[in-house]
T-cell receptor, first 114, second 116 residues
């Protein structure tokens, strides 16, 4: 079974631009979560989508948004990029088994804002 | 809100020596606890998890962890370090997807260096 696929793996953008990152979860998984990883703040939860609906949202400004499609693929968008948005963005494909939920992570998208 | 504390951002261990990474959590509901490993430029790989039942949990690559409710801890150990264990390790807590919340709260991580 294929794992979680995140594209692109690396991205360089200029301040003020916007960016869209993509995540394809494991086949059959309907829940996708996004996390931002930075050296200073560590791993922080951005949002979770389930069946095309945002179910939970972390403490990030409105410049960070996401969506999920009917095939469970998810995208996140960051508008008006700031230098501080440079980070590794991780997507997790979530499945509920045996009464608890397990997360499978993709390799991430490394975003550099210059 | 749930949270995790991992002390000591960098941990050095000699090859063949015990690996011990400490994790303390805070949770208002029975926690689900996880340890993940991250290699450079990679995502997170699950090492082991505690949900319910047996408090000593065995994972991949010879790692194990023990859930101690009285100490709110979930420390990770491996009896004998190998060079391939050099990586960053994260402890995480969730409420197990209760009420539709699958959010993981992570600690700051431990960068493990293995000295030959």
């Amino acid at each position: 079974k294929a794992g979680v696929t995140q594209t692109p793996r690396y991205l360089i953008k200029t301040r003020g631009q916007q960016v869209t990152l993509s995540c394809s979860p494991i086949s059959g998984h309907r829940s996708v979560s996004w996390y931002q990883q930075t050296p200073g703040q560590g791993l922080q939860f951005l949002f979770e989508y389930f069946s095309e609906t945002q179910r939970n949202k972390g403490n990030f400004p409105g410049r960070f948004s996401g969506r999920q499609f009917s095939n469970s693929r998810s995208e996140m968008n960051v508008s008006t990029l700031e230098l501080g948005d440079s980070a590794l963005y991780l997507c997790a494909s979530m499945v509920r088994e045996g009464g608890n939920t397990e997360a499978f992570f993709g390799q991430g998208t490394r975003l550099t804002v210059v | 809100a749930q949270s995790v504390t991992q002390l000591g951002s960098h941990v050095s261990v000699s090859e063949g020596a015990l690996v011990l990474l400490r994790c303390n959590y805070s949770s208002s509901v029975p926690p689900y606890l996880f340890w993940y490993v991250q290699y450079p430029n990679q995502g997170l790989q699950l090492l082991l998890k505690y949900t319910t039942g047996a408090t000593l949990v065995k994972g991949i690559n010879g790692f194990e962890a023990e859930f101690k409710k009285s100490e709110t801890s979930f420390h990770l150990t491996k009896p004998s370090a190998h060079m391939s264990d050099a990586a960053e390790y994260f402890c995480a807590v969730s409420d197990g997807g209760r009420r539709g919340n699958n959010r993981l709260a992570f600690g700051k991580g431990n960068q493990v260096v293995v000295i030959p």
